[in-house]
C-alpha cells in the first residue's frame, strides 16, 4: 500500500475566482476563461472548490485550453483548465439538470441534455439554442412507461470518443445522432428489461416487482471505447449491463452474476488501455443497500469482479474513472468522498484530503488535473495528479525521487493581480503560475539543489535549499496576505513542490541584498522547448525532462519569441551588471558613514576625504541631466528595468520605444560603470592611502565585489 506521504500531501483547491466579484448561479451556465490569475503558491498541492448555483452531478470536458469555455448545471459540469479566471457568464440552457456534451470539432457547440430527455444544441458565438430534442413534444406531467422515449432527471449524453461525429444519448434505448440532432437513431432493443409493447396500459399498482417489465426503466449511463468505435457499453438503473462490440446491431447481456434488479448502474468507464476492460459503479442506495459496489471486467463482460477493498462500508458508488495515462491508476467517487487505487482496484485509499464529506457524483481526468462533481453544488479540481501518477515509480528509489513534471504552460500573467480579497470572504489558492516540480525524499536532507537547462545544456535557474530568503519588510500598510511566499526547496522527509516561475537568471541566483531598495528585475521568459530538470540530494541527482509550451491562445511565432528572448536576456545581462555596482556602491557607502561615525572630530584630514568620496558616489548614482532626465546609475537602471519589463510583457513583437528606452539608457548605463570603476582604481585608492596614513584600515573593494558576486551567484 502507498504510504500517506507518498499518496501525495495534495489538497483540493480553488481552480478559478474572479477578484472582487461574486457569481451567484443557477441553470445551466458557461463562463468564459481568460488568462491566468496569479497568486501566492500553497504549501502543496490541494483540492479547488467553485461554488455553483445548482448542484453539479456529472462532468465532461473538451479538449479546452485557456481561453475556452468553463460550464455547468446541476446535472454536470464542462470546466476549461483551472490556471484560469473566470470573466463572463452567459446562459448555455433553460435546464437545471442534464449533461453537457462539448463538441469535439468545435468547443463554441455545446449539446445539453435536459430533464426528462430534451436536448438543446448551444451555439456560444451566438448565443441561440436549438431543440433536437428525439421526439419534442411535452412530457412532464405524463407517466414515464407512457412516453416515446424515456429519460431520467439526468439523461446522459455523451460524444464518443472514438470519433468526434457520433453524439450518443440514452433513452430505454442507446441512440445516436451523426449530424448534430438533426436526425436520430436508435441502435439498440429496450435495453431496461421491459416486456411492455408501446400501447399497452397495465393494470394494478407499479411496484418494485413489476415496474421493470412495465417500463419504468432507463438507460442511465453509456460508455464508448476508446480504442474501438463499435465497442459500445450500456447500464441501466433496473440493473442492466449490456455490450456491443459491432457498433449496436447485436447487443449482449453482460450483467455481473447476482445483481438483482433495480441495481442503478450509475456509471461505466471503458477502459483507455484495454478494449476488453471496463469498470461499473453500482449504486443499490433506492434498496435500502449502501455497501459499495464496483465491478471490474477484463474480458468483455463475460466475467466480473468486485473491487471495493478499502471503501468504506457505507460509502456507496457513484461514479468510477480509470487515469488517461496510468493503467491501473482508478478513482472512485462514492456518496461519502473520493478514493484511490494504484493497482487496478485491488486496493483503495481515501483520497479525501481537505475535500468535505459529500457525495461525488462524477469524476473525470483534464490533462494533469483531476475533476469532480458533487451535489453540494460546486465542483472540485486537484491540481496536478502526475505524483499519483508516478507513485509506484518512486517505491523503486531507496533514497528520493524526482518526479517527471507536467506540461508547464507559458502564460503572460496581468501585470496587477486584484486586490485580496477580505480574509472572511471564502475563498481558495488558484494553482500556481509555472512549472511545478515535485520530489520525495524518503529521509531528511542536508542540501537539496535544483538546475533547470535548455536544449544546448546552458543553465538556465538554479535553486538550492541554502538559498537565504528574507523575511524582512518595509514598514507599509498591507497586510501579510498580500506578499508571495518565497519559493524554498524543502529538505524534510516526504513529498516537495517546487514552482519555477519559467524565468532565466543570470546564474541562478535568487537575488542579491533583499534589504536594498533596488531588487533584482525578473529574469526573461524561456521560450517553449524541452528542457532539463536536475535534482541533487546530498550529492545524489536525478533528472526529468520538462517541456514547456506557449498558451495554445497566443498568436506568437517562434521567431517573435525567440527575438523577445535575445533582446530580453541582453537586457537583463546589462540590468544585472548595474544592479551589482548598485549593490557594491551602497556597500561601500556603508563603510563610509561607519568611517565617519568613527572619525568623528578627531582627523580633520580624513574627514573631509571621507565626505568627498560620499559625494562622488552619490553623483555616480544619481547625477542630475536635463530638465526630466537623470543620466546618474540608478535611474539609468530603473529605466532599463521598465524597458525589460515592457519586452516580457507580451507575446508580440517587442514595442520601437522599448527598444529605444534600453539603447538610450544602456549608454547612461555604461558611462555610470565606468565612472564606477574608475572610481574603485584611482579616488577610492588615494582614499585609503590617506586612511592607511591616519592609521586606519583601509577599504577593502575586492572584498565587497567578492561578497556582491557571492550574493549574486549562489
Not at 452567459?90 to 449539446?111: C, F, H, L, R, V
Not at 448551444?122 to 412532464?140: C, E, H, I
Not at 525589460?644 to 547612461?668: H, T
Request: with cysteine; charged share 25%.
Amino acid at each position: 500500500m502507498i504510504s500517506r506521504e507518498e499518496l501525495y500531501e495534495l489538497v483540493w483547491s480553488v481552480p478559478m475566482i474572479k477578484v472582487g466579484e461574486k457569481f451567484k448561479l443557477s441553470g445551466s451556465y458557461m463562463a468564459r476563461v481568460c488568462s491566468t490569475l496569479r497568486v501566492p503558491r500553497p504549501e502543496r498541492g490541494y483540492w479547488a472548490k467553485l461554488a455553483v448555483g445548482k448542484a453539479p452531478e456529472k462532468t465532461a470536458l473538451p479538449d479546452a485550453q485557456p481561453g475556452d469555455q468553463l460550464g455547468w448545471s446541476q446535472g454536470e459540469v464542462l470546466p476549461a483548465p483551472s490556471r484560469a479566471r473566470l470573466v463572463a457568464l452567459t446562459p448555455a440552457g433553460g435546464s437545471e439538470s442534464g449533461y453537457m456534451a462539448p463538441d469535439p470539432k468545435d468547443p463554441n457547440i455545446i449539446y445539453l441534455s435536459g430533464t426528462y430527455g430534451s436536448v438543446s444544441r448551444y451555439n456560444r458565438r451566438t448565443g441561440l439554442s436549438q431543440d433536437v430534442t428525439p421526439w419534442p413534444v411535452p412530457t412532464f406531467g405524463s407517466e414515464i412507461n407512457q412516453r416515446k422515449y424515456r429519460d431520467p432527471w439526468t439523461p446522459v449524453l455523451i460524444f464518443s470518443p472514438a470519433d468526434s461525429t457520433t453524439l450518443y444519448l440514452g433513452t430505454q434505448y442507446v441512440m445516436k445522432t451523426l449530424d448534430g440532432g438533426l436526425h436520430w437513431q436508435t441502435i439498440s432493443p429496450d435495453l431496461t428489461g421491459s416486456t411492455q409493447q408501446p400501447g399497452d396500459k397495465a393494470e394494478g399498482v407499479a411496484t418494485s416487482e413489476n415496474a421493470k417489465q412495465r417500463g419504468y426503466g432507463v438507460v442511465f449511463t453509456i460508455a464508448a471505447s476508446a480504442l474501438n468505435g463499435d465497442t459500445i457499453w450500456a447500464g441501466s438503473d433496473t440493473g442492466l449491463i449490456h455490450l456491443t462490440r459491432d457498433g449496436g446491431k447485436t447487443w449482449k447481456d453482460v450483467t455481473p452474476a447476482g445483481l438483482t434488479a433495480w441495481s442503478k448502474i450509475s456509471l461505466i468507464e471503458a477502459s483507455h488501455f484495454d478494449p476488453a476492460a471496463a469498470y461499473a459503479a453500482v449504486d443499490r442506495s433506492r434498496l435500502d443497500d449502501q455497501t459499495p459496489y464496483v465491478y471490474r471486467t477484463r474480458d468483455y463482460g463475460a466475467t466480473w469482479q468486485l473491487i471495493t477493498n478499502g471503501i468504506a462500508a457505507n460509502a456507496f458508488l457513484r461514479g468510477i474513472r480509470e487515469d488517461t495515462e496510468r493503467k491501473g491508476l482508478l478513482f472512485a467517487g462514492t456518496e461519502l468522498g473520493i478514493y484511490v487505487s494504484f493497482d487496478d482496484g485491488g486496493v483503495w485509499q481515501s483520497l479525501q484530503l481537505n475535500l468535505p464529506v459529500t457525495s461525488v457524483r462524477d469524476l473525470t481526468i483534464h490533462g494533469d488535473d483531476l475533476v469532480v462533481a458533487t451535489h453540494g453544488r460546486s465542483f472540485w479540481i486537484l491540481d496536478d495528479i502526475t505524483p499519483l501518477r508516478q507513485a509506484l515509480d518512486a517505491e523503486k528509489d531507496n533514497t528520493f525521487w524526482l518526479y517527471h513534471p507536467a506540461r508547464a504552460y507559458r502564460i503572460d500573467n496581468d501585470s496587477f493581480p486584484g486586490t485580496p480579497l477580505p480574509p472572511e470572504e471564502p475563498t481558495a489558492e488558484n494553482p500556481p503560475a509555472g512549472a511545478i516540480l515535485d520530489y520525495f525524499l524518503k529521509s531528511s536532507a542536508s542540501t537539496v539543489s535544483l538546475e533547470i537547462f535548455d536544449a544546448q545544456q546552458n543553465l538556465v535557474h538554479k535553486f538550492s535549499s541554502q538559498d537565504k530568503h528574507s523575511e524582512k519588510r518595509p514598514p507599509l500598510p498591507i497586510g501579510e496576505r498580500w506578499f508571495p511566499k518565497p519559493e524554498v526547496l524543502g529538505t524534510n522527509p516526504g513529498l516537495q513542490r517546487f514552482v519555477w516561475d519559467l524565468s532565466w537568471s543570470s546564474s541562478g541566483g535568487p537575488g542579491v541584498d533583499e534589504e536594498s531598495e533596488f531588487r533584482n528585475p525578473r529574469g526573461p521568459k524561456v521560450v517553449p522547448g524541452i528542457y532539463t530538470v536536475r535534482l541533487t540530494v546530498d550529492g545524489k541527482t536525478q533528472t526529468q525532462p520538462l517541456e514547456v509550451v506557449m498558451d495554445p491562445r497566443s498568436a506568437a511565432t517562434p521567431e517573435i519569441l525567440q527575438q523577445q528572448l535575445q533582446l530580453g536576456r541582453q537586457i537583463f545581462a546589462e540590468t544585472m551588471e548595474a544592479r551589482r555596482a548598485l549593490a557594491e556602491i551602497a556597500s561601500l557607502r556603508k563603510h563610509l558613514a561607519d568611517l565617519q561615525r568613527k572619525v568623528g572630530e578627531k582627523d580633520s584630514a580624513i574627514k573631509p576625504a571621507l565626505a568627498d568620496a560620499q559625494n562622488e558616489i552619490s553623483k555616480i548614482e544619481t547625477r542630475p541631466g536635463a530638465v526630466g532626465e537623470s543620466s546618474g546609475l540608478q535611474d539609468g537602471f530603473a529605466d532599463m528595468a521598465a524597458a525589460l519589463r515592457v519586452v516580457e510583457s507580451g507575446d508580440r513583437a517587442v514595442p520601437s520605444q522599448a527598444v529605444a528606452v534600453y539603447n538610450e539608457s544602456s549608454q547612461r548605463v555604461k558611462a555610470a560603470i565606468g565612472e564606477w570603476n574608475e572610481f574603485k582604481t584611482t579616488k577610492l585608492q588615494r582614499l585609503n592611502q590617506k586612511l592607511s596614513e591616519a592609521g586606519v584600515a583601509p577599504i577593502a573593494i575586492s572584498k565587497i565585489e567578492q561578497e556582491v558576486q557571492y550574493l549574486m551567484s549562489r
